[in-house]
Nanobody, 119 residues
């Protein structure tokens, strides 16, 4: 069992930056592919970014490519999402998730952190 806790959300103006942090407990994160997802009001949850167990490979939604960077520190059991050049359409609740089998099926989820980008 893995428990995930996100932090770092908040209110920021368009063009600004935020860094989200996801800390895991219960099991070491090094064996999990990790991902960030987001859900805006009235919309379905969508994929944002993912990173392989070692951190050697990362993947991004087209909407955030070039602006967001996912990274991890397995020694700290932590995953980050650096978000730059934020846009109002990035406003959503952001969730951290863990995929134990690197199959794209995320089994463990955090409670989410709100990101609001004002225009």
């Amino acid at each position: 069992q893995v428990q995930l806790v996100e932090s770092g959300g908040g209110l920021v103006q368009a063009g600004g930056s935020l860094r989200l942090t996801c800390v895991a407990s219960g099991r070491t994160l090094s064996s999990y592919q990790m991902g960030w997802f987001r859900q805006a009001p009235g919309l379905e949850r969508e994929f944002v970014a993912a990173i392989s167990q070692s951190g050697g490979n990362d993947y991004y939604a087209d909407s955030v490519k070039g602006r967001f960077t996912i990274s991890r520190d397995n020694a700290k059991n932590t995953v980050y999402l650096q978000m730059n050049s934020l846009k109002p359409q990035d406003t959503a609740v952001y969730y951290c998730a863990a995929d134990p089998s690197s199959s794209g099926i995320y089994r463990y989820w955090g409670q989410g952190t709100q990101v609001t980008v004002s225009s």
